[in-house]
C-alpha cells in the first residue's frame, strides 16, 4: 500500500522536472517560474536553492559533471551550486521569435545515446511549440517534431524503441518510435487520450522498469499510472491540484519524487491542500523506476 507526504515545503511557483542523482543521494527539481533549481535529500533535508537569471524549464546531469540546463535564451552548461556559477551557453534556442514571446523551453531528458530532447511550450496556445534535439558537441538544434501546444511527459520506453510525450492542453499521450542511431521519431500516435471535460491534463512523466508511464496530472492532483498497451492502470492521490511532475528516487529507484506548483487565481487551493507548491514523496510502490541518461556533451 503506498503512501504520500510532503517532504519538503518550497512553495514553489511552478516545481518541475524532478531529477534523483545518485552521484550525491540528492533529488534535484526547478521552479521555473521563480528561477530557482533545488536540491536536497529524500529527508526533506540540507536543502539548497540556487537562483539563476533565466527560467529553467528543464535539466540533466552531464557526464562530464554539472548539468545541462534549458533555459529562456538558449541551452547551458553549468553547476548551479558552485559560487560563482558560470553559465555556458552551448547553443541558442532554435527560435528567437517565439522565445521573445514566452515560447520558452519545458520538458524534456536525454536519450541513451546522450542526446538531449526538449520540446518548447505556446504561450498563445497557437500550435507553435516545437521537440528539438541538441547532440552531444553540437551548437545548434535540429527540429525532431512540430505543431504541439505545450510539449511535455517526454520519456523513453525501458524495453521498445519508443518515446512517449504529451501535448497537455490537448488531454493526450501520444507514442512514437524512435531510432536511437539517428535521434528522430516517426510519426505519433495517440495512446490514451483523458477526458476533454475533466479540468485534469497530463504534464510531466516517467517510465518504471515494467514500462509503465506514470503521469502527474496538472489540475487533476494526482500521477497516473497508464500501461504500455495503453491502459489506465491506477493512480495515486497528491495532496496538491497542480501536480507536475513524477521521478523515481533512492537508492533502489523505489520511491517516487513528485513536484507540484501553485496557481494565484486559485484562492481556495492553499486553504485545501497546505502543502501545495511542494515536493511529496510516494512511498511502498511495488514499481521500480529507471536510472536517466546523461548528456554526453
Known sequence: MSAVHCIYKANAKLGECPRWNPTDQKIYW????????????????NAQCAKLEQKTGCFAFREDGGM???????VYVADPFVDPCDLRMLCPHPDPEHSATGGR?????????GRLLVGTVDP??????KLYCLEPHADRMRLVQDNFTTFNGLAFHPHRS???YTDTPTRQVYRSTYDLQTGTLNEREIIYSFAPDNPARPDGACFDSDGNYWCAMYAGGSVCKISDSGELLGKVAIPATYTTMPAFADAALSSMVVTSAQRED???????FPDAGGVFLIS??????????????
Open 124 to 129: 498563445q496556445r497557437a500550435g507553435k511549440a
Open 266 to 272: 486559485d484562492l481556495q487551493e492553499k486553504q485545501m
Open 284 to 297: 511502498g510502490l511495488t514499481s521500480r523506476g529507471c536510472s536517466e541518461h546523461l548528456f554526453r556533451g
Open 105 to 113: 523551453f519545458n520538458d524534456g531528458r536525454c536519450d541513451a545515446q
Open 68 to 74: 545541462i540546463l534549458a533555459m529562456e535564451k538558449g
Open 162 to 164: 519508443e518515446v512517449w
Open 30 to 45: 526547478t521552479d521555473i517560474d521563480a528561477r530557482k533549481i533545488w536540491r536536497m535529500t529524500l529527508d526533506g533535508d
